[in-house]
């Protein structure tokens, strides 16, 4: 035949293998299947209009499983969004399929075997009339009934680790059911990882991202609000978020808005420990992060590992402590500092003391988590305690003695001048620090000249205090007695004697918060004093100091002034000058049978916006108080406010514009930078005197929205509504409708909305609401913010 018809025997050739390739293609074109059909490994499922492909995929160049899963059907880069089998890999993919079984349930065999690897396990008692598996647009798979249409099973009710337009993230009320977005365990392996995004299991108005069961990132309001009122949808560039509550459940569903950038967005809860949202740019070809929480990476759960300094200042996040060394050098490269660090040489430790172990040190972080207190009087007994212990790590000293017995994580830079910074002591090898003889010489004479050097500059300061305070005639500790004699913007070291005669013992209580309480007292000269006690155990030693580093060093007419001070063990005493009227609160909101006539309000607010201004740029140094709401301002006897309360305030240089912190003022009035966890500016003291405003304006505390859910009651809401329609209406607002100055109110009204603006760019310093208050400058009408928008709506 071939001498005779080459030709026809090269079609006959031709053909046989044009058939025996087809009986491998792919079922690009086919939407769905039906009972009893199947996949096999080299075939492909495609939804209606080809967004979306199902079939069998291989996650990363290294692993050598197989999965059955859902990815992007017209990408060049395939991005998997749904997998079947993520905990029950498949070896040999040729062997295997995905079949729709006779009573509904999707099922995938291997081997030929009867007993599937996977399955939907459905159990349900009722025929299911000709079930059919599709695939749709939206990427969710679904299997129903061919005659009625009922969903049997979807696959948006059984998500792994993204969170697609349309699908939920919810809770079912009444069967308990969530949708859980669970991590990759390695962008190798899509086996669950540690982290989970999942709705509050007691149904709240909030989701958490969860590490091994266990809550990592809360929140409860999505980025990019963007809302009308009335309505419950949450707008950014790319999607409109809904929340939805009802008897039987309450979810967060979202969908692509028409302005999008982009067609193709995602949620996707990251190995990393971060909820990313993405989006496709088709100029770049590639993913683009839009959002992300947490914000921040030193935020995620050990994301240096272990011996792993996390610096978010720096651009190199991560860094080994000094005497460790990358695990595993090409990963830490590459940007992967999950595996931590490594001792360049191991420690040598028996039972007992070991003098080959030394402690290098690291300053101005936040401790590891996971300390245990040892009961050590002093810096030494803390140490020798750490030395003793084979298994201790490293420890700490500040009035406590803290020591570590496991692998250090979370170590995280912060940034300068943070209260919350301390100083960590970690265990390496003495061959570390003096690796040879010749060396150890240099180290030695190197050491010793600093030391000569700092004892000499030490002596130096101590003279120039000694002759300061004889110039002074001042002594660094005086008593009472002599206040009047001595110069009165100097800070009292009292006794706690003088303060317990003075307050006769502590007896006429005039305030109480979470601080402590307040005493009034009598001081020998028969001034009037308040005295605040704080039990100083963590948190409220730090609002000690910083009461003191900051109002102690500043003087102005709306600042109250800090007369001294007394320690006792642990106690601590602040002495301030004593105000007959009161806070701002109580007599704002107290039971008082007359309230403030507007003109003692509006001088109350020119007051704290002076007093915060000379914060902000009158000093040497720029303090943001963090906590101004009416509970923090005092009126003297005139009532002229003064400032009160400064255990959060901030100091930082000229030279910084932005000051990270953990410390947060009181809810009802915080920026929305608290929130979202960047690093804040004096903008976050705006913020709260604004809405401190409306409590002034309105002689009315502002409505607890989580209280009191009739947002048509939410002052600010009412006010920033009126300003734009009926702005001379907010007279009858007022506790005073017979108001002789309606443009000073109007004024005022609009100084509040600039000021709680949602971008802090948009929100004045307060030199210019200062400004604007006196009518110096021009305020016209402030955009309704965001997050009062959001209110109005009763979105989250």
């Known amino acids: 035949m071939n001498s005779k018809n080459p030709h026809l025997f090269s079609l006959l050739t031709f053909s046989i293998l044009f058939l025996s390739s087809m009986s491998h293609a792919s079922i690009t074109t086919v939407d769905s299947i039906s009972a009893g059909e199947s996949i096999s490994w080299n075939q492909t499922i495609t939804s209606k209009s080809g967004v979306f492909q199902l079939g069998f995929f291989k996650p990363g160049e290294s692993s050598r499983n197989y999965y059955i899963g859902i990815w992007y059907g017209k990408l060049p880069v395939q991005t998997i969004v749904w997998v079947a089998n993520r905990e029950t890999p498949i070896s040999d993919p040729t062997t295997s399929k995905l079949q729709l079984s006779e009573n509904g349930n999707l099922i ?16 349900s008692d009722t025929p299911i009339t000709s079930p059919v598996m599709v695939l749709h647009d939206s990427g969710n798979l679904v299997v129903r009934s061919a005659m ?52 509050d299991r007691n149904g709240e108005k909030q989701y958490f991202i969860m590490l091994n069961g266990h809550r990592h990132f809360a929140c409860g309001i999505w980025p990019g609000r963007v809302s009308v009122f009335g309505s419950d949808v949450v707008k950014n560039s790319y999607n409109d978020m809904v929340y939805v509550s009802d008897e039987k459940e309450n979810y967060f ?18 190995t990393s420990g971060q909820l990313m949202q993405l989006a496709w740019l088709n100029e770049s070809q590639k993913w683009d992060l839009v959002w992300s929480r947490p914000k921040q990476q030193c935020e995620i759960y050990a994301f240096c590992g272990e011996y792993g300094g996390c610096n978010q200042f720096s651009l190199v996040t ?38 080959d172990n030394v402690f290098g040190n690291i300053s101005n972080i936040r401790l590891p988590a996971n300390s245990i207190s040892k009961s050590a009087k002093s810096f030494e007994e803390c140490e020798s305690a750490c030395l003793d212990s084979c298994s201790c790590t490293g420890y700490t000293f500040d009035n406590e003695c803290l020591i570590w017995e496991e692998d250090l994580l979370n170590i995280q830079y912060l940034s300068l001048g943070d209260i919350l910074g301390r100083q960590l002591h970690f265990r390496i090898s003495k061959r570390e620090l003096i690796p040879n003889p010749s060396k150890r010489n240099k180290v030695f004479n190197r050491t010793w000249a600093i030391m000569v050097g700092l004892s000499v500059f030490c002596l130096v300061l101590v003279v120039f205090a000694l002759w300061t305070m004889i110039k002074k005639k001042v ?6 007695k002599v206040v009047s004699e001595s110069n009165e913007d100097s800070l009292v070291s009292f006794t706690y004697a003088e303060l317990k005669t003075a307050t006769k ?34 948190h409220e030693e730090k609002q000690f100091r910083m009461e003191i580093s900051t109002i102690g060093t500043t003087h102005h007419i709306n600042l109250v002034r800090l007369r001294g001070f007394c320690v006792k063990q642990a106690n601590r005493y602040l002495v301030y ?116 405003l409306f409590e002034i304006i309105s002689g009315k505390r502002n409505t607890d929205m989580e209280t009191n859910h009739d947002t048509g009651e939410y002052f600010p809401v009412q006010l920033m509504a009126k300003l734009h329609f009926r702005d001379m209406e907010i007279i009858s ?6 108001c002789d100055n309606p443009e000073e109110v109007i004024r005022v009204c609009r100084v509040a909305g600039w000021c709680i603006q949602d971008d802090e760019k948009d929100r004045p310093s307060m030199g210019e609401v200062v400004k604007m208050l006196e009518g110096i400058m021009e305020v016209k009408k402030p955009p309704m913010p965001m997050f009062l928008l959001h209110i109005a709506g009763d979105i989250c």
């Open 577 to 692: 000058d004593y105000m007959p009227k009161g806070s701002l609160n109580s007599v704002l909101f107290g039971n008082q049978t007359k309230t403030l006539e507007w003109k003692t309000r509006y001088a109350i607010a020119l007051g704290v916006a002076k007093g915060l201004a000379y914060l902000h740029h009158k000093c040497r140094d720029c303090i943001i108080h963090c906590d101004i709401k009416p509970e923090n301002i005092l009126l003297d006897e005139n009532d002229n406010p003064k400032i009160s309360d400064f255990g959060l305030a901030k100091l930082f240089g000229r030279d910084f514009s932005r000051v990270l912190t953990t410390l947060k003022g009181t809810r009802g009035y915080l920026a929305p930078e608290w929130i979202s966890g960047v690093a804040i500016t004096p903008k976050v003291d705006v913020f709260s005197f604004g809405m401190m």
């Open 733 to 738: 607002m007022l506790q005073e409708p017979d």
């Open 318 to 355: 991560c860094k080994c402590l000094n005497g460790f060394e990358p695990k595993f050098q090409q990963e830490w490269q590459n940007g992967n500092f999950s595996n931590g660090c490594v001792r360049r040489i191991p420690l040598e430790c028996n039972q007992g003391r070991n003098d």
């Open 505 to 538: 013992n502590f007896s006429e209580k005039i305030g109480e918060g979470g601080f402590g309480s307040v005493y009034k007292g009598t001081l020998a000269n028969s001034s009037v004093i308040a005295v605040k006690t704080l039990k100083c155990y963590g």
């Open 148 to 199: 009625n249409l009922a969903i049997i099973w979807q696959s948006f009710d059984n998500p792994t680790d993204t969170w697609l337009p349309g699908a939920k993230l919810g809770l079912n009320k009444l069967t308990r059911n969530r949708q859980v977005y669970f991590s990759w365990k390695s962008l190798d392996d899509p086996s669950p990882g540690s982290y989970s995004l999942e709705m």
């Open 253 to 270: 569903i979202y969908s692509i808005n028409r302005d999008s950038p982009s067609n193709l967005t995602r949620y996707v809860m990251d």
């Open 475 to 480: 002594r660094p500790f005086r008593s009472t």
């Open 108 to 123: 995938i065999l291997v081997n030929q075997s009867k007993l599937p690897i996977w399955s939907t396990n459905l159990t």
